[in-house]
Structure formats: structure tokens, C-alpha cells
């Protein structure tokens, strides 16, 4: 574990950082970046702006360029590729190739492709991340990202797409063009409700992965960069992963849809909202410690009406000794109309004696 200069684990069910070194650390992702590409790809999915039937023509200067560079699905000059095996070829078998045959097959340029690709990224808060390639070849630097924003992208990409992850990624290997490859992912078949995700590689950036596995409704992700061999890479990622799962004791605190507290309102037919759990609360215990858990509610307020139910408006700190605060969303329990203007000058003069 010594010899790994960045690593991360979290608990993205209950976002509970376990373990840090480093996590706000910038690093080149390398082939970590074709995450973002799948991400962005299963979003479009989703939008209906791409299919998987869908077929995309290697273009013969892309193909030029890209043909047996780093690694391939081994795409040949001018074929039509479906985009299912384009994704099958980018998430198992890291094909360079493959990335930017879907880029600039749906997005007609790769410049447009990366705008949507540095889009989705600002949208899940990844603030420390840009992408300036779709398949993480050196780029002088444009591309980068750190830990914490590479555990934002794998929860939103097991929370929003688990069926197309259970599709398309941590699959042994896969087979195009009558060529077989594996996947070298260090937990697929070795340790029990792994999904994987990506590993990556360059002189530059040196080993890195982004992994995941869930057991019981427990879904833990692991980052790892900067490690000089294989064998360290995935020695570490197993170890943190198991280590994740076994040493430590997961309790509930809260049930969903339970109340938790309130929360002031301005400018609102009520002056409080009811704060409640969206989902089960959990948090993970170190194994024989002493010490009290503590929980308490934040927010930026008074928030300011109107106010749907099921907003979120106010973040739950449960605070575990000798652990970083786990922060769980609280959503309001009912809708706060505005109030009209009687109200809203009664409320300002009320406010002022409060």
C-alpha cells in the first residue's frame, strides 16, 4: 500500500470516504478517461440521441492514425462498427480505436464529442477534471482529474446506468474482427460482486483503475494511481476493496422517508420544511471502536421558497471517530408555496425579532 502515491475508497451508498491518500491530488487518468466517454455514451443512450444498433464508419484517416496504437479492437479501414461493440470494445478491452470511432461517428467532430464529454463532467461537480481526448492518449496535459472526481463518476455511472453497466462493462474479455483479448481488469473473477470499471496505463501517468463492488446493497469504489507495476496495482485495489467490506461494521441509522429535522424557509407560506431521508441510511463502524457517532443537519439558508417535495435542500453530517463526515441528502417532505406579498412583508418584519 506504501508504494501507491494516490488511492481512495469510498462507501457511494452512504458517501463515506473509508480511506484517502491524496484523493485531491491531480493525475493523468490515462485510459481511466474512456469512463467519461462510456458515461457520456449511456447518457446519450438514454436521450435518445445514440443506439447501439447504430453503425459508424471508421473514417480512413482516423483509422490511419489509430490503427494498432496503444490498445485496439482492431477496427478495420473504412468498416461499419456497431456502436454495441464499440462500447463492448472500449470498456473490456480499452480500444483506443473504438473511442474515437464513437466520438466522431456521433458527434461529427471531436471537438464537439469532448464538449459533451466536459459537460457531463461540470454536471456531476467533477471540478478538478478535463478531458481533452476520448481514449486518455497523452495529451500534454489537457486531460486530467483527481480521485474524488473519478468516485463522483463511478456512482453516477452505477446509480443512473446499472443496466448498461451490467451490459457493457467487466466482462472477461471480448472478441471482434476474429480477434479475442482479455480484460485486464485486477478484480473481475477475483473478488466476490465486483463490476470493475478501468484501468489505465502510460509512461507518463503510470498504472492507475477506477473499480467498484457491491455486496447486501453495499457499493464501494476504488481509485488507484500512480503505481509502478501491475501486481501493485491490483494488489491494492483487492486488498482496499476487501478490506472495505470486512473491517468494518455497517449500521442504519435512518429509514427512508424518515423525518430528520426542519429547516427555515424565507419568503415561504410556511417558515419551516420538514427534512426526511430519500433512502436508507447507512454508516460504516471500524470494528471495535469506542466512540460516539454524531449526526447533525447543513444547509445554506434560509432556503428560499417555492419548494417542491422530494428537493433536495439540506445534507445530513454523520460524523464516525477517526473517518472524514459522511454526507447524506435530505430532500423536504412537502411542497412551500411562495407567499404572496402580505406575507412576504409580514415574514421580513417577523424575521427582524426572530
Not at 483509422?63 to 456502436?83: L, P, Q, Y
Not at 473517518?323 to 417532505?333: G, T
Request: no cysteine; hydrophobic share 40%.
Amino acid at each position: 500500500m506504501s508504494e501507491v502515491p494516490i488511492a481512495l475508497l469510498v462507501d457511494v451508498t452512504s458517501n463515506q470516504v473509508l480511506f484517502a491518500r491524496e484523493a485531491d491530488r491531480r493525475f493523468v487518468p490515462a485510459s481511466i478517461t474512456k469512463v467519461m466517454t462510456l458515461y457520456h455514451a449511456f447518457e446519450l443512450i438514454d436521450e435518445g440521441a445514440l443506439t447501439p444498433t447504430q453503425r459508424y464508419r471508421m473514417r480512413d484517416e482516423t483509422w490511419a492514425e489509430w490503427h494498432r496504437k496503444g490498445s485496439t479492437m482492431f477496427i478495420a479501414d473504412g468498416a461499419s462498427v456497431a456502436v454495441d461493440d464499440l462500447l463492448m470494445g472500449i470498456a473490456n478491452v480499452s480500444a483506443n480505436d473504438g473511442a474515437m470511432a464513437l466520438a466522431e461517428g456521433q458527434a461529427g467532430t471531436l471537438d464537439a464529442w469532448l464538449g459533451g464529454m466536459n459537460a457531463r463532467a461540470r454536471a456531476l461537480g467533477m471540478t478538478n477534471s478535463h478531458f481533452g481526448t476520448p481514449n486518455g492518449w497523452p495529451d500534454e496535459g489537457r486531460t486530467f482529474t483527481n480521485a474524488k472526481d473519478l468516485v463522483r463518476l463511478a456512482k453516477a455511472l452505477t446509480d443512473r446506468h446499472p443496466e448498461k453497466v451490467a451490459r457493457y462493462i467487466g466482462k472477461e474479455g471480448f472478441r471482434y474482427n476474429d480477434i479475442a483479448q482479455s480484460n485486464r481488469d485486477p478484480m473481475i473473477g477475483r473478488v466476490d460482486g465486483a463490476d470493475g470499471i478501468k484501468t489505465g496505463f502510460t509512461s507518463e501517468a503510470g498504472l492507475g483503475y477506477l473499480g467498484t463492488a457491491a455486496r447486501d446493497g453495499q457499493r464501494l469504489v476504488v481509485v488507484i494511481a500512480g503505481a509502478d507495476e501491475e501486481s501493485i496495482r491490483g494488489e491494492t485495489a483487492r486488498g482496499l476493496i476487501e478490506w472495505g467490506f470486512v473491517e468494518f461494521d455497517r449500521r442504519k441509522i435512518a429509514s427512508r422517508g424518515q423525518s430528520i429535522g426542519k429547516a427555515r424557509v424565507q419568503n415561504g407560506k410556511s417558515k419551516f420544511v420538514a427534512l426526511q431521508t430519500s433512502s436508507p441510511v447507512f454508516v460504516n463502524i471500524p470494528k471495535g471502536m469506542t466512540g460516539e457517532v454524531r449526526m447533525s443537519i447543513s444547509y445554506n439558508g434560509p432556503i428560499h421558497a417555492p419548494i417542491k417535495s422530494g428537493q433536495r435542500v439540506a445534507t445530513m453530517l454523520v460524523t464516525v471517530p477517526g473517518l472524514e463526515p459522511a454526507r447524506i441528502p435530505l430532500v423536504a417532505s412537502q411542497d412551500v408555496e411562495r407567499a404572496g406579498l402580505i406575507g412576504r412583508v409580514w415574514n421580513g418584519i417577523t424575521g427582524w425579532f426572530a
